[in-house]
Structure formats: structure tokens, C-alpha cells
Nanobody
Framework: QAQLVESGGGLVQAGGSLRLSCVASGLPFSSYAMGWFRQAPGKERELVAVITRSFLTAGETTNYTDSVKGRFTISRDNAKNTVYLQMNILKPEDTAVYYC?????????WGQGTQVTVSS
């Protein structure tokens, strides 16, 4: 059975850093697009970052929501079946539950989420 398990969340002061990890099992990890989403209380779940294999190059493409560009970095380690989200210069508005997502075609899988709280 496919499963995504997030870890690395916690409490950090503004300006600090955290690295989130998402370990995938039960699926061919390298075949899937992977993304990080977040949801704050009273707000819709939003895309934070996504990493996909490029059809035009041998590398991978990444995309970020404007509010995290230059501060967050998404990466993946296929050998470890893990996707990471390095979060630097954290701000209170980054406080949310962060969810890992795997997707291919019309299929998708969500993790259970990990709480990130940034104090001012």
C-alpha cells in the first residue's frame, strides 16, 4: 500500500530554518511528481513547491509559490524515496500544516501533514 510520511515540522523563531522530509513507500517514487502544500487555519490549502521530471531536459523542474521564492527549496533523493523542503528565513505567515503529495496523471496521494509554527 502506498504511503507518504512527513517529518521535520516543529516550532521555530522567525528567521530560523527547518527541513521537512517526506518518505514514500509502496510506489515507484521516481515516476511521480512530488509537491509540498500547506494549509493555515481559516485558509485554503495552497501549493508551496513542486518538483517534476522535465520532458525537455535530463534534469528536473521546480516551481514555487511567490511568497516562498528565494527562501524555500524543494529537492528529491530517489535512492532514499524522499522529497525534502528546506525552509529558510521563516516568517510567522509560514505557520501552517505542511502536506506532501505524490501525483501521476489523475492519481494522487497525500501524506498526513506536519505542523510548522513560526513565532515572531
Amino acid at each position: 500500500q502506498a504511503q507518504l510520511v512527513e517529518s521535520g515540522g516543529g516550532l521555530v523563531q522567525a528567521g530560523g530554518s527547518l527541513r521537512l522530509s517526506c518518505v514514500a513507500s509502496g510506489l515507484p517514487f521516481s515516476s511521480y511528481a512530488m509537491g509540498w502544500f500547506r494549509q493555515a487555519p481559516g485558509k485554503e490549502r495552497e501549493l508551496v513547491a513542486v518538483i517534476t521530471r522535465s520532458f525537455l531536459t535530463a534534469g528536473e523542474t521546480t516551481n514555487y509559490t511567490d511568497s516562498v521564492k528565494g527562501r524555500f527549496t524543494i529537492s528529491r533523493d530517489n535512492a532514499k524515496n524522499t522529497v525534502y523542503l528546506q525552509m529558510n528565513i521563516l516568517k510567522p505567515e509560514d505557520t501552517a500544516v505542511y502536506y506532501c503529495k505524490a501525483a501521476v496523471r489523475r492519481w494522487s496521494l497525500w501524506g498526513q501533514g506536519t505542523q510548522v509554527t513560526v513565532s515572531s
